[in-house]
Nanobody, 128 residues
Framework: QVQLVESGGGLVQAGGSLRLSCAASGRNVYTYGMGWFRQPPGKEREFVAGLSRSGVSSNYADSVSGRFIISRDNAKNTVYLQMNSLKPEDTAVYYC?????????????????????WGQGTPVTVSS
């Protein structure tokens, strides 16, 4: 079983950048497909980005494609979400999650119920 802890959130002006980190413990992060989700105020949690266990496949929500990049550092057992050109609509609590299914080797899951482990979240506020 893996434990996930997000960090790196905060307040940033529109157009700025942030890098979120998801530190894993208990198991190696490269044994999971990894995803980032977010929950804007008053809205449902939504998929943002994901990386397959193999590291070959990635997937992004249309709203962040071209601005956000998901990556993984196996030596640090950490997954990152680099967020550039931030917009006020990116304001949300950001969560990382781990997918332990066999399908995660090549496929990026995009639905909440496809992930088995979750972090506690880190808030991001983008001011206009």
């Amino acid at each position: 079983q893996v434990q996930l802890v997000e960090s790196g959130g905060g307040l940033v002006q529109a157009g700025g950048s942030l890098r979120l980190s998801c530190a894993a413990s208990g198991r190696n992060v490269y044994t999971y497909g990894m995803g980032w989700f977010r929950q804007p105020p008053g809205k449902e949690r939504e998929f943002v980005a994901g990386l397959s266990r193999s590291g070959v496949s990635s997937n992004y929500a249309d709203s962040v494609s071209g601005r956000f990049i998901i990556s993984r550092d196996n030596a640090k057992n950490t997954v990152y979400l680099q967020m550039n050109s931030l917009k006020p609509e990116d304001t949300a609590v950001y969560y990382c999650a781990a997918d332990q299914t066999q399908w995660a080797q090549w496929r990026v899951a995009t639905r909440i119920n496809e992930y088995d482990y979750w972090g506690q979240g880190t808030p991001v506020t983008v001011s206009s």
